[in-house]
């Protein structure tokens, strides 16, 4: 059974760090990209960033570019996502979710094989 299990959200101010971790099982970790999304109270779900099976490639969306990093671990199967210089409208449950094997087709959310649960990111003004 795959689960994906996110940590690290919570309540900030703006201008504030955040780290997001995302633990995998019960899948071949090193096999997946992996994707960050959001989704904000009303909106779509929304790519944030997105990481190649070996870090090779990091892909962002425009909005968080320059603040957010995404990175992986791949011997303790977590992907993470490193947030700085927090706005208020970064408040959003971000997910973590991996991608289909072998491939990085990343900004459409039904291109992802599993989805963690979210973990709730605000960032009040």
């Known amino acids: 059974q795959v689960q994906l299990v996110e940590s690290g959200g919570g309540l900030v101010q703006a201008g504030d760090s955040l780290r997001l971790s995302c633990a995998a099982s019960?899948?071949?970790?090193?096999?997946?990209?992996m994707g960050w999304f959001r989704q904000a109270s009303g909106k779509e779900r929304e790519f944030v960033a997105a990481?190649?099976?070996?870090?090779?490639?990091?892909t962002y969306a425009d909005s968080v570019k320059g603040r957010f990093t995404i990175s992986r671990d791949n011997a303790k199967n977590t992907v993470y996502l490193q947030m700085n210089s927090l706005k208020p409208e970064d408040t959003a449950v971000y997910y973590c979710a991996a991608n289909s094997p072998g491939s990085y087709i990343i900004y459409n959310p039904t291109a992802y094989d599993y989805w963690g649960q979210g973990t709730q990111v605000t960032v009040s003004s």
């Open positions: 990481i190649t099976w070996n870090g090779g490639r990091l």
């Open positions: 019960g899948l071949t970790f090193s096999n997946y990209a």
